[in-house]
C-alpha cells in the first residue's frame, strides 16, 4: 500500500484483531497511527457491536469497550445512500460493499470468503487479510494499553459508550 489508502474493514478483521493478534492487529495499528483510513457506516458498527457480545467469544466487558472505543477514534462514518444487492450468500455483507462506495474506498480488507470470492466491486479491490501488506513495526498490543492508559474506564464511562452504540455491553 502506498500513500493513505481508504479502507472498509470487515468484522473478522476486528474480532481477530482485538481477540488473536497477528496479521489483523497490525491492520489496526496502520489505521491507529493514520496511516491508512478506516471508514465504517452505521450498519457496520451495529453489527461489529452484535458480533463482539457473542457468548462464545468471552470477551471481557473491558476488551468489548476497547473495541467501541476504537472504531469511534479512528473511523470516519459514513451514511451509506446506495444498496447494493450483490448476491452474497449472506446479505449482510452487502453492507461493506455499500459502505466501500459510499467512502470511494480503495479497498475492502476481509476474512469472508465470500466477499473476497469477488475479488474487486467497481474500482474497490477486495483484499484478503494476510494478503494486505503490513510494514513490520505494527502491533495493536500497544494501541489496546494507548487506548486504556488514555481513558478513564469508570462506570459512567461505560455508560456513554453503550449510550453511543445504541446498546448494552454485558
Not at 478483521?13 to 489483523?24: D, H, Y
Not at 492487529?25 to 489505521?31: A, D, G, S, T, V
Not at 493514520?34 to 476488551?63: H, M, R
Not at 488514555?150 to 464511562?157: I, K, Y
Request: net charge positive; with cysteine.
Amino acid at each position: 500500500m502506498g500513500k493513505r489508502e481508504k479502507v472498509v474493514i470487515d468484522t473478522y478483521l476486528i474480532v481477530s484483531g482485538f481477540g488473536w493478534g497477528g496479521k489483523p492487529e497490525e491492520i489496526l495499528k496502520l489505521i491507529e497511527k493514520g496511516l491508512i483510513f478506516s471508514y465504517l457506516s452505521k450498519e457496520i458498527f451495529l453489527k461489529i457491536s452484535k458480533v463482539i457480545n457473542y457468548p462464545k467469544l468471552t470477551f471481557t466487558k473491558l476488551l468489548k469497550t476497547s473495541i467501541i472505543e476504537f472504531l469511534l477514534n479512528y473511523s470516519i462514518t459514513v451514511v451509506t445512500k446506495l444498496k447494493y444487492q450483490i448476491n452474497l450468500i449472506d446479505p449482510d455483507d452487502d453492507m461493506f460493499i455499500d459502505c466501500a462506495v459510499e467512502a470511494k474506498a480503495d479497498y475492502i480488507i476481509s476474512g469472508n470468503k465470500h466477499l473476497l470470492h469477488l475479488r474487486k466491486f467497481e474500482n474497490i479491490e477486495i483484499r484478503a487479510v494476510l494478503k494486505t501488506v503490513i510494514p513490520a513495526n505494527a502491533s495493536m498490543r500497544s494501541t489496546c494499553r494507548n487506548l486504556l492508559n488514555r481513558m478513564n474506564w469508570g462506570f459512567l464511562h461505560v455508560l456513554r459508550i453503550e449510550a453511543l452504540a445504541g446498546m448494552t455491553i454485558s
